[in-house]
């Protein structure tokens, strides 16, 4: 793992958008993990505004989102398949046949979980994930206590991640759905890069477990420490309970 601390929200959504456009242009056809949260939403924006400057092409390009309401669908503006169409996919040459979220309306998600993982074996593998990091330390919607092991399933949410997520459902923690269909931890991990973007002082203490705790399926973003090619880029405030911060000032630095 490698961190990468810059000194704000603005600066951390600038080099995470630059590395994906990095990743486009070496391959053209990127497999990109979409991850959503208020956090992602300035890695959009700037991911879009260089695509318009530079004519990025994003029409070989296949997308995976990390996990989905259930219950929600596309049309629904609570969904993450909503904040997708309107964040991203809309505002570039994307084909959205190319585009993938967990349908959390299916009425099989034993089987919608299933076909999700055959989707991401058939486009050869996701290259690059995008990750946040949720207050209860999980990846996708993997809350505590997630096997490490665990593929693409539905998850119950805990009450803290209902409370973080309830701006979207007029800040009522009982309209956030109770469960969501997520990419499993397992999943993740077989991805060949992953790309954390983690902001703010309310998330310190957290990318402190996550990144230098042990590995413990209570705080899901542990598993990352297994991968063998993850960086994270946090800005000054998360990066403030980093014990190692001056080490990884001096080790890691992006170009
Ligand atoms: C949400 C999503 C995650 C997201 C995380 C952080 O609940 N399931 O995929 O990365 O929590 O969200 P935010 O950036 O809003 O803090």
Avoid: W
């Avoid at 299916?106 to 991401?120: G, K, N, Q, V």
């Amino acid at each position: 793992m490698k961190i990468f601390i810059v000194s704000n929200a603005d600066q951390a959504e600038r080099a995470a958008a630059k590395l994906v456009i990095d990743r486009l242009k070496a391959k053209p056809d990127l497999v990109l993990g979409c991850a959503t949260g208020r956090t992602m939403e300035g890695v959009y924006d700037e991911l879009v505004r260089r695509a318009q400057l530079e004519a990025l092409d994003f029409s070989r390009v296949s997308t995976f989102n990390l996990d989905e309401y259930v219950g929600l669908d596309s049309g629904d503006e609570r969904s993450y398949h909503h904040y997708m169409n309107e964040k991203f996919f809309s505002r570039v040459n994307i084909a959205l046949s190319n585009t993938h979220v967990p349908d959390g309306t299916a009425t099989d998600l034993a089987a919608e979980a299933a076909s999700f993982e055959a989707r991401i074996r058939a486009a050869g593998g996701i290259d690059l994930q995008l990750l946040g990091l949720g207050s209860t330390g999980h990846i996708g919607f993997n809350e505590p206590l997630s096997s490490l092991r665990s593929r693409t399933r539905q998850v119950t949410l805990a009450p803290l991640t209902r409370e973080q997520n309830a701006g979207m459902f007029g800040g009522d923690a009982d309209k956030v759905p109770p469960t969501s269909l997520t990419m499993g931890v397992e999943t993740i991990l077989e991805t060949r890069e992953v790309l954390m973007v983690v902001t703010g002082e309310h998330k310190a203490e957290i990318l402190a477990r996550a990144t230098e705790g042990p590995v413990s399926a209570m705080v899901s973003a542990t598993a990352l420490q297994f991968h063998p090619n993850c960086r994270v880029i946090a800005d000054e405030a998360a990066a403030a309970q980093l014990t190692g911060a001056e080490y990884y000032r001096a080790a890691f630095r992006l170009d």
